[in-house]
């Protein structure tokens, strides 16, 4: 084995690769369905977790998630729309890979959060919050329960999926959280950022993932339909916009001795090349 192996095969024990995608409406759902597996594969992705939430357009159905955990998801995240689809909760209960937002009251059924097994016996903690800023108040505090869950011991990785409409919440949850968890994604807007940055303590992060679906469209939906609601039209049940659709996602890359991010990536792929 040459020098160059060797410090190959390092690279490899010690770091791993981190893959987060937001899935939004119908059709985009069977998207990321029959896309994700080659591109775990080709960008030699060791976890992957998915936001769920708007895989029905609002909320999410057990043969849904159960298609987004056969195409190679470790864990499903949800948000504001975690309870759309009531058919969620008896599945939820029963499968702890599928979390909610960890802040909610403590009435609401399911997991805020979990250790989970990854990559070269890792214990990965995948954490679920939601913000408060322009969404809903009673919320408990993401930051004092990420405070909380911080001091449950037996993960190696920390992980946070913050599904928030303010970018100000997002970004102070993520220095608020440098050198105690190794990755903070924002979902929720449908917007991708270009914000992707390691923090002084090694925490990567990026403001918000973006949708997966048709970006020709108001985030996500059909412009006629988001323009009428500006201009006081009566109500219409939203539509995902008819179009090419773009698949939202970060890589972070991990070094699991250090404990820190070294890098954080947009790798958004478009349906028939266009961006
Ligand atoms: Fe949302």
Redesign the pocket.
Known sequence: MGVHDGHRKRRREQFVRLWQTLVQLNRQGEETDSRLPALRREQGVHFTVV?G??AASDGLLPAQADNIFSAGADVITM???TWDKRQIVKYMEACPYLIRPANYTARAPGRGWGVFDGPQGLRVRVVNLIGRVEMNPNFDNPFTKMDEILKEEGADLTLVDF?AEATSEKGAMAWYLDGRAQALWG????VPTADCQVLPQGLGFVTDLGLTGPYQSVIGVKPEQAINRFLGGLPQRFEPAPGPCRMGAVLFDIDTRAKRCVSVQRVDICEEGRQ
């Open positions: 936001c939430e708007n948000g504001n729309h599904h979902t929720h807007t449908h």
